[in-house]
């Protein structure tokens, strides 16, 4: 997985939601003084760029068109073969036999919908923290100093 050079002081995060509203308020809700983002609307284009970007945290809805979260995932732990990455479910509590599905799949964390959009990041840096501890804890230092800012 090439691309880009990474920022070592922002974490890669791709968004794959088909809500175009909540796709917005992700964006807003993900500061980008923590996260470098990709935002798709749909499975196929969340594991194109996945393969070309190669994301630290994958937020991935699970009621998707194309392809459902759950495929895109179980293609991305299998046939990419990638565990390093933090997947967290975006899911609504509707969605409850969808998220059964996932289960099993290295999934990291969920979140669900509606969430608070002010401390959706730092959920994810939470989530995220089980994986990469010292990245996770600057980047949340990051997040609280922002916030101090504002």
């Known amino acids: 997985m090439s691309g880009p050079a ?8 791709l968004v794959a939601e088909d809500d175009e509203d909540l796709l917005a308020l992700y964006d807003k809700a993900l500061p980008d003084i923590v996260f470098e983002k990709r ?8 594991i194109e760029v996945y ?9 991935m809805d699970i009621v998707m068109p194309i392809k ?16 390093d990455t ?3 479910i975006s899911t609504s509590m509707d969605d409850m036999e969808e998220v059964e599905e996932c289960s ?10 509606p969430f608070n959009y002010k401390k959706l990041a730092l959920e994810i840096l939470e989530f995220y923290k089980n994986k990469e501890p010292k990245r996770a804890a600057k980047a949340i230092s ?6 101090m800012s504002h």
């Not at 990474?6 to 995060?13: F, S, V």
């Not at 935002?39 to 969340?46: D, E, H, R, S, W």
């Open 86 to 88: 933090t997947i967290i």
């Open 68 to 83: 459902t979260g759950c495929s895109v995932i179980k293609e991305i732990r299998g046939r990419i073969r990638n565990g």
């Open 51 to 59: 393969e070309k970007w190669g994301p630290d945290i994958l937020l």
């Open 104 to 113: 099993g799949l290295s999934v990291q964390g969920y979140i669900i919908k």
């Open 142 to 147: 990051r997040l609280k100093s922002s916030f």
């Open 39 to 46: 935002l798709v609307t749909n499975g196929n284009k969340a």
């Open 6 to 13: 990474k920022d070592p002081d922002k974490l890669r995060i």
